[in-house]
């Protein structure tokens, strides 16, 4: 019944990620043989991209940018959350994101947390 095997390579991937892909439209019931067979596969799944595919690195700013360009988002938006002069000194890489600003951002905007929280380059030394 559980007909799941190892991930070797991208055929077995394929192949796992067609398996996965009719759960989403009846999700098996918790606890039922359908439902541990779509944990398994998930978990080979996460696995296999996590070792064979490299994640790009995150620009938290360049995130922002992209939800104000491409997200109907905007920096005037931005200022609500966080205060308009650090809505600008963040997008101009003058002063860098707080926990405070990221879960604000995350929640209003619906955007990861983990996209806002990596390191990225300022135009200048923040004191």
Same mark, same amino acid.
């Given at each position: 019944?559980? *007909?799941?095997? +190892?991930?070797?390579?991208?055929? *077995?991937?394929? /192949?796992?990620?067609?398996?996965?892909?009719?759960?989403?439209?009846?999700? +098996?019931?918790?606890?039922? +043989? %359908?439902?541990?067979?779509? %944990?398994? =596969?998930?978990? =080979?799944?996460?696995?296999y991209e996590d070792t064979h595919y490299?994640?790009?690195?995150? *620009? &938290?700013?360049?995130? @922002?940018?992209?939800?104000?360009?491409?997200?109907? #988002?905007?920096?005037?938006?931005?200022?609500?959350?966080?205060g308009r002069n650090r809505a600008s000194?963040? @997008?101009?890489?003058?002063? &860098?994101?707080?926990? *405070?600003?990221?879960? #604000?951002?995350?929640?209003? /905007?619906?955007? +990861?947390?983990?996209? =806002?929280? &990596?390191q990225y380059a300022m135009a200048r030394?923040?004191?």
């Amino acid at each position: 019944m559980m *007909d799941v095997r +190892p991930l070797h390579n991208e055929q *077995d991937y394929n /192949w796992a990620i067609g398996e996965v892909t009719r759960y989403f439209e009846a999700q +098996p019931a918790v606890g039922t +043989p %359908e439902s541990d067979r779509f %944990e398994v =596969l998930t978990t =080979l799944i996460r696995e296999y991209e996590d070792t064979h595919y490299e994640m790009p690195h995150v *620009d &938290p700013v360049q995130v @922002l940018e992209f939800a104000i360009e491409s997200m109907g #988002k905007t920096q005037a938006g931005l200022s609500e959350l966080i205060g308009r002069n650090r809505a600008s000194e963040i @997008l101009n890489r003058i002063r &860098p994101l707080t926990l *405070d600003m990221i879960r #604000k951002i995350s929640a209003e /905007w619906n955007i +990861p947390i983990e996209l =806002l929280t &990596p390191q990225y380059a300022m135009a200048r030394a923040y004191a």
